[in-house]
């Protein structure tokens, strides 16, 4: 039924946008302390997305001992892919929160760690929000390519109808892709707003999204006192 093949979808699909992001921001975080790894952690990272997707998913079984149609290597692929949108755009995102900030930070006595998840994370946070939203469609779109393998997915759809000649089916499964995949950008979007709601005050006013950093670092500092 279209309910299986998209509850199947999702099981899919969401694992692997929690651990891109997940994944992607120490990566990221890393790739910005040190220059010399930052080309290859950023370079290499977006190399993984020109590798055919259909070919990652016949090897990936290879390397994890896994069936040809375990659902596990539909997840670690996609997780790939997922981390070759995110880890550059992250990484982009922490390279332009202002070095004044993190200066202020520092002299009030923040340790790396607090400045990181207290100021620098949150300033980046509307920029590596806008790459998970793509990631999440993209992971989305990436998932019907299982059922070429038969990993059950809405990509069921297509290779059925296909088979059949039943263009109905097919477009239904376009449909049923499409419609999952502007649902699951809408929670991203709430999501981030929920995360973030200083960002979406005023929005594209910078000053707002410092105003916030800021004020979360002075909570932050008032606690520790």
Not at 13 to 31: D, E, G, H
Not at 49 to 65: E, G, K, M, N
Request: a positive charge; hydrophobic letters at 60%.
């Amino acid at each position: 039924t279209i309910a299986g093949h998209l509850l199947a979808h999702l099981l899919q699909a969401v694992p692997a946008i929690i651990a891109s992001f997940v994944l992607a921001v120490p990566v990221a975080r890393l790739a910005r302390a040190s220059r010399p790894l930052r080309a290859v952690l950023v370079t290499g990272s977006s190399l993984l997305y020109a590798v055919p997707s259909l070919a990652l998913f016949v090897i990936l079984p290879i390397i994890l001992a896994t069936g040809i149609r375990d659902p596990l290597n539909v997840i670690v692929a996609l997780t790939l892919y997922g981390l070759a949108l995110l880890v550059p755009a992250t990484a982009d995102a922490l390279d332009a929160v202002d070095a004044r900030v993190l200066d202020a930070a520092t002299a009030m006595g923040m340790g790396r760690i607090r400045c990181f998840l207290t100021v620098e994370l949150p300033l980046a946070g509307p920029a590596i929000l806008t790459g998970l939203r793509v990631v999440t469609v993209s992971t989305i779109s990436l998932t019907t390519v299982g059922a070429v393998l038969g990993v059950r997915s809405l990509g069921w759809l297509f290779t059925d109808g296909f088979q059949r000649g039943i263009t109905a089916e097919i477009v239904t499964g376009l449909v049923a892709t499409a419609a999952l995949a502007l649902v699951l950008d809408g929670l991203v979007l709430a999501l981030g707003r929920l995360c973030l709601p200083w960002t979406w005050k005023r929005a594209g006013d910078a000053g707002a999204v410092l105003a916030g950093a800021c004020a979360a670092a002075s909570n932050s500092q008032e606690g520790k006192a």
